[in-house]
C-alpha cells in the first residue's frame, strides 16, 4: 500500500509539468490566408468568383465554397438531384480548373 501510495506521489509532479505545456499554435486559418492574399492583389474575392461561376451553374443548389491558400484554389460545391458536384476555380484568374461529379 505504501509502495502504491509513493508511486503515485512520484507520478503527481509529472501529470502536472504535462498539463503546463501549452498546446503548439494552430496553423492560420483558410479565411485569414485568402484575406492577406486579396491584400496583396494576387487573388480575386470570393464574391467576385462566385459572380462568374454561379451563373453558369443553372438548376443546381449552391452549397458553399472552401479555399486552398497553397494552391490558390476555391472549391465550390453544388448539388442536384442528390448528387454532389465540385467546381475548382484558379482564385487568381477566375478560370475552372476542374469540375467534379
Avoid: W
Amino acid at each position: 500500500m505504501k509502495r502504491d501510495l509513493a508511486s503515485i506521489l512520484l507520478v503527481l509532479p509529472v501529470l502536472f509539468a504535462a498539463t503546463a505545456i501549452p498546446a503548439p499554435a494552430e496553423p492560420a486559418n483558410e479565411q485569414g490566408q485568402v484575406r492577406e492574399q486579396r491584400k496583396t492583389g494576387s487573388v480575386r474575392s470570393l464574391r467576385q468568383i462566385e459572380q462568374l461561376i454561379l451563373p453558369q451553374m443553372k438548376g443546381k443548389q449552391y452549397l458553399g465554397p472552401e479555399y486552398d491558400p497553397i494552391a490558390m484554389v476555391y472549391r465550390l460545391k453544388f448539388i442536384e438531384n442528390g448528387k454532389v458536384e465540385f467546381v475548382d476555380v484558379d482564385a487568381r484568374s477566375a478560370k475552372i480548373l476542374k469540375h467534379s461529379r
